[in-house]
């Protein structure tokens, strides 16, 4: 994500990641309301929350705050004498800007807050220490590039293309394998993490599950951008062999996908799993460049890591004239979904 807070930041353009958040937030209280029972942590004075992927806000501070106010609820319902404290874990990976976001954090918090750099695919916390595990838009983004896909000796070799959309079975084999391998060592790691009567809360974009890739509306945004470094190629502006060697670590499962790598894990059980309500078209950015800006605050650091920073505005440029020649904005069938799961009991 594009750090800071300037114009191409990611705190300035995740307007429809805060539109999401948005659309979700009922289903994440009834969640909470229906399924924690602080009953379960009589001995615990204070209450844990982790937000996975958090990036730099100002979004993980209005999720943590949806999740707040239904758990404070809960408790006052028990007993008002007995509110734990609430102390809040701000994670994502090592090269996230966290000035930022400790300089964003809200004021009149109620909660301690704390980061924790590393990666969500390994364990970042003690052993039943935390009461829910958030993360939003972020379990699409892979701990890796399959490793196939950029071997020229391989089948899977992803040539001329940043993502799998317009190639093989080979590729998109390549791609589903790691992120089932991912997904599994993510609830691995949470299900140590979690104590028992914990919930796992997830929001991320999926692929409905008999819509083909090339039809999916969030994999068309890698398959433009691919057009775009290309484009920079053919006017030799970039070496082609770059753009062979670079592609997008980010996978659009479907609910199906998800459902398999869950139930042979076993570790968490299904307690809710459904697509969101759509996001209000207000919240919604709809013109080209604002699109572009929202792609670009994504995407930036990705392209900046291997292509350097002289061809980032020449290639969001293209980006956004590629927007501006086509003729449906609309999304089409896109597919925000939600997980409620929740640490079987013999863990």
Known sequence: MAGGDGDQSYTKNSLYQRAIIDAGKSLIQKSISDHLDPKKFPASKTFRIADLGCSVGPNTFISIDNILDV????????????IPEFQVFFNDHTFNDFNTLFKSLPPNREYYASGVPGSFYTRLFPRASIHIVHSSYSLQ?????PIEITDPNSPAWNKGRIHYVGAGEEVI???LRQHADDFSKFLDARAQEIV???????????????????????????????ACLMDLARKGLIDEEKVDS?????????????????KQNGRFSIERMEGLPRAKASHIPNSPEDMTRGIRAVKE??????????????VFALYQEKLSMEVDLNPGTELNLFMLLQLKQDN
């Open 71 to 82: 758990v404070k609820f809960k408790y006052l319902n028990i007993n008002a004498n007995e």
């Open 141 to 145: 983004w892979l701990s890796q590039v």
């Open 173 to 175: 084999n390549a791609y």
């Open 196 to 226: 028992p009567g914990g919930l796992l809360l997830l929001i991320l974009p999926a692929r409905p599950n008999e819509l083909p890739h090339s039809q999916d509306p969030f994999a068309k945004n890698h398959a433009r951008l691919g």
């Open 246 to 262: 670079f592609n997008t670590p980010c996978y659009m499962a479907s609910p199906h996908e998800f459902e398999q790598v869950i």
């Open 301 to 314: 650091e990705l392209i900046r890591q291997h292509f350097g920073d002289e061809i980032l505005d020449e």
